[in-house]
Every structure is written in structure tokens, then in C-alpha cells.
């Protein structure tokens, strides 16, 4: 019985020290991989920061600010790339599917949900998940973004499918939530992007497209909220708004597919007709009725004198392309 407690002993204790072991593996590991990060670096530019001037401080950042669209320009090429992954999605009757943390994670739910009334989408056409669930879109939860399984877990919730695009977001490129998601992304075989900060990055190796713009070191050290933020905004833009123009949701720079839901995006929507036809703003407005507040379909009557069940038959074949529907 002794020799059993002894041995049941030192089999819990080499267990505890293989987790201690493991333990400082992944702290060393986790602080060296930090230490290499540009987003991590001190800026010398800022070294005084405490010490400077209201005006000071803010004529530093906005100059930081001017080089990060000189960083995205750099990657204009995966944008691009990526820009046409998620439209293949589209296109196979898939989803666009940010997944990020923190800061990142808060940009893919802001952008995802500015598509449903810009572009006239289903809600679920764009979804975005954030490490920590709903709650930390308001009140961080720094903790959430290191359960990796956690990202497989949510993104697995969602029903991924094959023809989905997933894009990874994280200015360090290497948020275990957000590899979590694309490795499970990547399993599936759905699309996978990753948008980071950092340059190689982990995320990078992990997606089919990488889109890495290189911000480099903060004016406030590590607060990835300042340049790495203000980049990632700027892709996100690029990559829905993009991807929404070759899916046929605007007619020459307007948007042909907004929802009027409220009195200032019905007049917006008379201001469109007006622009793309040179009708007057009751001619608009009365087209706009007949359409049921259909911007493309009221745009498609006014220009070929269709009915709206005309015009709605020549979007329909012209794959919801006014161009395409008003030459047809």
C-alpha cells in the first residue's frame, strides 16, 4: 500500500512538473514571439510622450497616421487577391465570415453590419465573431482571445460550410481564438484570409491569402488600437466594399441597393435616382414607391420606361447588374 501512495505520488509529481514545464515553454515562447513583433517595438518618435503638448502629441500621431496608407498600398495585391475569394464565395451561395479579438474583433463586427443598409443584404450574408461573445464588443475581455478553442468552437456553431470565406483579423498575427478559427476554417475547406500587422505572421502562414500590412511600432507602445486599427479599417473597407461592387450592389460609384428605412435614406435614395437618370426629385420619389423603395429596380423603370415587374425581370437577368439591365 506504501509503495502505492509512493508511486501514485511521483506520478503527480512528474505530471505537475511536465505542466510546469509546458507552462514556462509557452510564456517564453509567448514573450520572445512578442519581443519580435513590429506592432510590440517602441517608437522612438514618441519616446516623450509624457512630456509633450496637447498639440504636440496630436501633430505626432497624425503624422504616424500618414504612414499607414503608404503600408496598406504595399499589400494592394492580396487585398485584391482576397477581394476575389470572397467573391467566389458569394457567388456559390457562401458567407463572408470575420472572426478577430479585442480591438480587430470589434472592426469585423462593425463592418459586417454596416453591409445589411449600405448594400441590401440578408444579415447573414456578413457575420462577425468576437472573442468573448456580444458582451465584449462593450467591455473588453482580454482573457477570451487565448482560447484557441474557443474559435474553432464558435466558428463550428455557425455551420461552416465549404463555399464560405473566413477572414482571420489580429494585428499581431498570431491570436490563438483567431488561429483556432482558421485552422478549423481550413479543415472544412472554406476560403480563409488573414488580415494582420505583423509580417511573417502566423495567421499569414496558416490562410490561403495573407494580407500583412506592416504599420510598425505605436506612438503609445503596444496599443494596437492606433496605427494596427486604423489599418485593418482601411482593408476591411477595401475588401466589402469591393467585393460588394463586383456582386452588382452599385451602379457607377451609387448605392443602387441601400434600404430606405428612414426619412434621411429616402431622400438619399430620390438624390440616387436623380443622379443616375435626371429625374426630378417626385419623379424619383414616385418611381421609388411603385418599386416598393427598390433603388435598383425604380432606377431600371425610370431609365427604360419599364414597369417595375419589367424592370425587376431585366436586374434579375442581368445577374442584378443595373448597367447590364438598363442596356438589355
Not at 252 to 278: F, S
Request: with cysteine; hydrophobic share 40%.
Amino acid at each position: 500500500m506504501a509503495r502505492k501512495r509512493e508511486k501514485k505520488f511521483r506520478w503527480r509529481t512528474r505530471r505537475c512538473v511536465h505542466r510546469f514545464e509546458n507552462e514556462t515553454q509557452r510564456v517564453m515562447g509567448m514573450k520572445e514571439s512578442l519581443e519580435g513583433l513590429t506592432t510590440e517595438r517602441e517608437n522612438e518618435k514618441s519616446l516623450g510622450l509624457d512630456e509633450m503638448t496637447p498639440l504636440e502629441i496630436v501633430t505626432l500621431m497624425n503624422a504616424e497616421d500618414q504612414t499607414v496608407a503608404q503600408a496598406v498600398n504595399r499589400v494592394l495585391p492580396a487585398i485584391a487577391e482576397a477581394v476575389e475569394a470572397i467573391v467566389a464565395s458569394f457567388k456559390a451561395g457562401g458567407r463572408l465570415i470575420y472572426v478577430g479579438a479585442g480591438t480587430s474583433g470589434r472592426l469585423g463586427v462593425l463592418d459586417a453590419s454596416e453591409l445589411p443598409p449600405t448594400f441590401g443584404v440578408d444579415p447573414g450574408l456578413a457575420v462577425a465573431l468576437l472573442a468573448g461573445g456580444k458582451e465584449a464588443m462593450f467591455q473588453a475581455k482580454e482573457g477570451a482571445e487565448d482560447d484557441a478553442g474557443a474559435g474553432e468552437r464558435d466558428l463550428g456553431s455557425l455551420g461552416l460550410e465549404e463555399r464560405d470565406a473566413v477572414v482571420g483579423i489580429s494585428a499581431s498575427g498570431r491570436t490563438p481564438y483567431v488561429i483556432g478559427a482558421l485552422q478549423y476554417a481550413k479543415g472544412v475547406g472554406a476560403r480563409t484570409i488573414a488580415l494582420a500587422c505583423n509580417r511573417p505572421s502566423r495567421m499569414g502562414s496558416i490562410a490561403d491569402v495573407a494580407i500583412e500590412v506592416e504599420t510598425g511600432p505605436e506612438v503609445l507602445t503596444g496599443s494596437t488600437r492606433l496605427k494596427a486599427g486604423t489599418a485593418q479599417k482601411m482593408v476591411l473597407n477595401m475588401l466589402s466594399t469591393a467585393a460588394m461592387v463586383r456582386m452588382g450592389k452599385t451602379y457607377k460609384n451609387l448605392m443602387v441597393d441601400l434600404r430606405p428605412t428612414n426619412e434621411k435614406l429616402v431622400n438619399r435614395a430620390c438624390r440616387i435616382l436623380m443622379k443616375a437618370t435626371g429625374a426630378s426629385y417626385e419623379e424619383a420619389e414616385r418611381a421609388l414607391k411603385a418599386a416598393d423603395d427598390q433603388v435598383k429596380v425604380a432606377l431600371v423603370m425610370i431609365r427604360t420606361g419599364a414597369t417595375a415587374e419589367e424592370a425587376r425581370a431585366r436586374l434579375a437577368a442581368a445577374d442584378g447588374f443595373v448597367g447590364k439591365a438598363v442596356k438589355g
